[in-house]
């Protein structure tokens, strides 16, 4: 490649100067010229292949005009690479955009899933307590409260130690077994009320995470069309 410039000495010598448009301290001679006064025009520095040069220098010797011209179709077409290259970072720029929306459109997508099989347990729940009589808690006693400790103990688990607030459960065979702070052990069927008023409280609590999970649920079908959209028209472009 060789560089060349446009300026106003430049319709007599396409070498003149090497400068940047704008840059005063960069306007230096080129090696091969005589500098001078009224050389020093504004000028632009273009790279030119051997072929653009030979052009450039035939239509020097047609004139000034012709010379000219075909340094302005130079500079035209430099703006023109430049403008192009622009547009490829944009391009590319708004293509990176799109892929990460693509993932997070996979996430959700992934998540989706995941809440609507908690949805459907919660609703197997709901209609269980819903539709289940009521079936009272039962206390045990000493010998029953030693077996259920230690059938905790066979399953592999160990008794935290618990506040006069605080219960532990555990869940074997349809029965749950709570482990109270204050050592008393009770059983429950899993799943059913105990009393009217346990019913009522878990069907709401159940309700409201149901809510909660079925407002997360989407259908990103149409959002996932547009995104595809958008990247083949950039693609094409």
């Known amino acids: 490649m060789v560089s060349a410039v446009s300026s106003q000495a430049a319709t007599l010598n396409p070498l ?3 400068a940047l448009d704008g840059d005063d301290n960069a306007k230096q001679p080129a090696s091969n ?3 001078n006064d009224s050389d020093r025009g504004p000028a632009t520095q273009v790279s030119l292949s051997r072929d653009a040069l030979d052009r450039l220098l035939a239509a020097a010797k047609q004139g000034p005009d012709a010379a000219q011209q075909a340094v302005n179709a130079l500079l035209q077409a430099g703006e023109d690479r430049f403008a192009a ?3 490829a970072v944009h391009r590319r ?4 955009k799109i892929n990460s929306q693509f993932t997070l459109l996979d996430l959700q997508d992934a998540r989706q899933a995941t809440n609507k099989a908690a949805l459907r347990a919660l609703q197997e729940g709901y209609d269980k307590m819903l539709n289940s009589p009521i079936s009272p808690e039962i206390t045990l006693n000493a010998a029953d409260t030693a077996k259920a ?3 905790l103990k066979d399953a592999g688990r160990t008794l935290p130690p618990l506040g006069p607030n605080f219960t532990y459960g555990f869940v074997k065979d349809g029965i749950q077994y709570n482990f109270r702070g204050d050592g008393t052990v009770t059983t429950r069927k899993e799943g059913i009320a105990t009393s009217v008023e346990d019913q009522q409280k878990s069907l709401a609590t159940r309700r409201g995470m149901m809510d909660f999970i079925a407002n997360d649920i989407r259908d990103n079908s149409d959002a996932r069309a547009s995104l ?3 990247r083949d028209a950039l693609i094409g472009q």
């Open 16 to 18: 003149a100067y090497t």
């Open 85 to 87: 290259g622009i547009q």
């Open 149 to 151: 400790l230690q059938m």
């Open 228 to 230: 595809i959209a958008q």
């Open 93 to 96: 720029g708004e293509l990176a």
């Open 33 to 35: 010229t005589t500098p």
